[in-house]
């Protein structure tokens, strides 16, 4: 990205990354199950918070999922609320489980 930020996928750790200028800058944690990939677990450095890396993360990861043919069961509250605020991706999760999830 043009900023200095970049997401990135690590599958060998089952998470996608995000750095800022090179540096680490926080995790989004998933599992993968076939075709289901459930987001578990989120975090940002505490000297990136409130610059908005959490929803670039995020936005990310779930459009690359998406890109993957992947459904989506957000299990970590960070999820769970950015597609609460951005329904252009519950589609995502699979219809059966949204209401669990209050979406």
């Known amino acids: ?40 677990h989120t975090e940002v450095d505490d000297r990136f918070e409130g610059q908005g890396l959490g929803s670039r993360l995020i936005r990310a990861a779930l459009d690359e999922t998406r890109a993957h043919g992947r459904q989506v ?7 769970k609320a950015f597609i609460g605020k951005h329904p252009e991706y519950a589609d995502l999760v699979p219809a059966e489980a949204r209401s669990r999830f209050g979406l």
Request: aromatic content about 12%; hydrophobic content about 45%; overall charge negative.
């Open 1 to 40: 990205m043009a900023d200095g930020v970049s997401v990135l996928d690590n599958p060998e750790r089952s998470r996608f990354e995000i750095t800022a200028d090179g540096a680490p800058a926080g995790f989004a944690e998933y599992r993968l199950h076939g075709e289901v990939a459930d987001f578990v």
């Open 73 to 79: 069961m957000p299990y970590c509250p960070f999820v």
